[in-house]
């Protein structure tokens, strides 16, 4: 493998013998061959990453300011905000980027959605997408617990409440939740504690989900595998050019929000300090937390609508199962192609349905749409896998740009013969 | 002229092209990027607004009687007060700078000769030296005695004896009027 490693300087190969750590550099960002149509739709799993050093940088920095106590946090915040050099400015880093961590990550499921990148042989780098997904939404929670505002008391009492819908267990589960009879001190340091420990071990799982990646390397629109080198082009320049330009544009949006809006997508409710007597009149989680929130608020059982909510992240890990269709692009799949669109639009009917009251028609439409969504998943898509009849699928990912074009197609004809 | 050469130099080593120049430019960008991103972070962790507005304490020397001391806190340290005797004062600006291993006047490190106002931590590593309390050890110059590493101070704060290299510092002092002043 080392063998690959153009360097003269003596240092780095003497490391390298010992130690492979450059070799391992070069393997996974600069020679790893990428298939070579990538669409800017992939640009998403590198600003994910992205997003997640830059929480990470930020939060530490944060912790410093910080004080995990009922009578200080609320007052450390705002000291961090008025008092702390740049505190303003690190602290809407942080509030923002988390929401921006959260809209590069659905964008990059509805990407894996759209062509395919769950199915075979890749239905663990899947999994293990949902399992960061799943770390993301707790850390994210607890971290908005932290400020200690009339939202993160109330959130964290509605969200750990919902345990207590389990029989029998339920309000033991709660009182050992929050290490007492109510979300008070000892919930607030532990959620301090877990806050910071669940992004390293975000970072473990982007780890070993960037392996099971590299086993078989990155899915592609036309969701065919590369039939040889000629189909795959280097990392670097290739791709590494193309996620900083994402990283550009995608920065470019972030600070518009950081600059111009840093509040856009907080609650006013979390600048008033936290009391436990008194409940906002409107209470709303965060916005990505909202499609699941419009589910659990449309059953009108505890139980049945905690475990819906929970299912409608559960039945990702399943749904390489689910879709049977050997076809991966919906590219491809002209009636997968629609349905996709609709479960889309599904989950932004769900997103809003989340942020109304649960009464009259938002709660209406929210019930259609929390059983729309699971019949997408239970019904619609093992149904697709039999009766859809999809599009031929082209040779290899060369045939489709070089076919027709007599000149170029000579100039590859031998690799193409190959292929 | 200019561009005639770099034509020259362009064509004569052909490894350096267009592209180099935009890989560069690329890289000096991301650099340049990184650090604005990084300089709010490190700059967060120097004291802050509330910290600085605690950088100074006002003092009121009236209930100090001659010969007794006062230890005041500035910046989160002791600062020493000492209300000195006329032995004391006699003492320390009859000592000849040759002797000291810091040769500071101690007319250089008073405002009012009866009031002695130094920083109350070792200049060896930090620690308090013993010497405001009635009953304390003051060392063999009668100042301050350093128990951590054994350092003597004299009655002006400067290091006579010991592994101290500077005397006590003296903080900015300022007399508001006769029995108020101002450090910091």
């Known amino acids: 493998m080392s063998e690959h490693l153009k360097t003269n300087n003596a240092v780095i190969k003497w490391i390298d013998h010992r130690l492979p750590v450059f070799s391992m550099m070069n393997e996974t960002m600069i020679d790893y061959p990428a298939p070579k149509n990538l669409n800017y739709w992939w640009n998403f799993g590198s600003l994910a990453g992205l997003a997640l050093v830059v929480m990470i940088v930020t939060g530490i920095v944060l912790a410093m300011q910080y004080t995990a106590h009922v009578d200080y946090a609320f007052n450390s915040v705002e000291r961090i905000m008025r008092d702390v050099n740049g505190g303003w400015l690190v602290r809407y880093i942080h509030m923002n980027m988390a929401s921006f961590f959260f809209i590069a990550v659905f964008i990059h499921m509805f990407r894996g959605l759209y062509y395919g990148s769950y199915k075979a042989p890749r239905e663990i780098l899947w ?37 207590s819908a389990f029989p029998l267990i339920g309000e033991s589960i709660v009182t050992w939740l929050w290490g007492g009879f ?123 609508g905690v475990l819906a909510m929970f299912a409608s992240i559960g039945i990702l890990f399943i749904l390489p199962w689910l ?14 192609k629609w349905f996709f669109w609709l479960f889309f639009a599904n989950c932004l009917l769900l997103g809003w349905v989340g942020q109304e009251a649960a009464e009259g028609l938002p709660l209406l439409l929210g019930r259609l749409a929390t059983a729309y969504y699971f019949i997408h998943f239970l ?30 197609a000579g100039a590859a004809a031998k690799p193409m013969e190959k292929a | 002229m200019a561009a005639d050469s770099a034509h020259a130099s362009q064509k004569s080593q052909d490894e350096e092209t267009r592209r180099d120049f935009l890989y560069l430019v690329a890289t000096a960008m991301g650099a340049v990027g990184a650090g604005a991103f990084a300089w709010p972070l490190v700059n967060s962790m120097n004291p802050s607004a509330d910290v600085l507005a605690l950088a100074s304490t006002e003092v009121d020397l009236t209930p100090i009687e001659v010969g007794q001391s006062l230890t005041v ?25 040759d002797e000291l291993p810091d040769q500071e006047a101690d007319s250089d490190r008073v405002v009012k000769p009866e009031w002695l106002i130094v920083g109350g931590n070792c200049t060896h590593l930090g620690c308090v030296p013993l010497g405001q309390k009635t009953g304390d050890e003051k060392g063999e110059f009668g100042g301050w005695f350093c128990p951590c590493h054994g350092s003597h101070y004299d009655t002006s704060g400067r290091i006579r004896k010991g592994p101290a290299p500077e005397n006590l510092p003296v903080p900015p002092v300022e007399f508001l009027d006769d029995n108020t002043i101002k450090i910091g």
């Open chain 1, 127 to 163: 999994m293990l997408g949902v399992v960061i997904l799943l770390l993301m939404m707790a850390t994210a929670f607890m971290g908005y617990v932290l400020p200690w505002g009339q939202m993160s008391f109330w959130g964290a009492t509605v969200i750990t409440n919902l345990f």
């Open chain 1, 323 to 336: 879709d049977r269709s050997p076809v991966r692009s919906a590219k491809f799949r002209p009636v997968y």
């Open chain 2, 73 to 97: 806190v500035w910046r989160g340290k002791p600062v020493f007060i000492r209300h000195r005797t006329e032995a004391e004062i006699t003492e320390a600006a009859g000592v000849s700078l």
């Open chain 1, 379 to 408: 019904v619609i898509l093992p149904l697709l896998g039999v009766m859809e009849r999809p599009k031929p699928l082209p040779v290899s990912i060369s045939e489709p740009v070089l076919k027709g074009g007599g000149a170029l």
């Open chain 1, 182 to 304: 109510s979300v008070d001190n000892p919930t607030l340091n532990r959620f301090f504690a877990l806050h910071y420990l669940l992004p390293f071990v975000i970072v473990g799982v982007v780890a070993v989900h960037l392996w099971a990646l590299h086993r078989f390397g990155s899915n592609n629109p036309l969701g065919i595998e590369a039939k040889g080198p000629q189909d795959k082009i280097p990392f670097h320049p290739y791709y590494t050019v193309k996620d900083a330009f994402g990283v550009g544009v995608f920065l470019l949006a972030f600070s518009g929000f950081l600059f111009f809006a840093p509040n856009f997508m907080g609650h006013p409710d979390n600048y008033i300090p936290a009391n436990p007597l008194v409940t906002p009149a409107h209470i709303v989680p965060e916005w990505y937390f909202l499609p699941f929130y419009a589910i659990l608020r449309s059953i009108p059982d505890k139980l049945m």
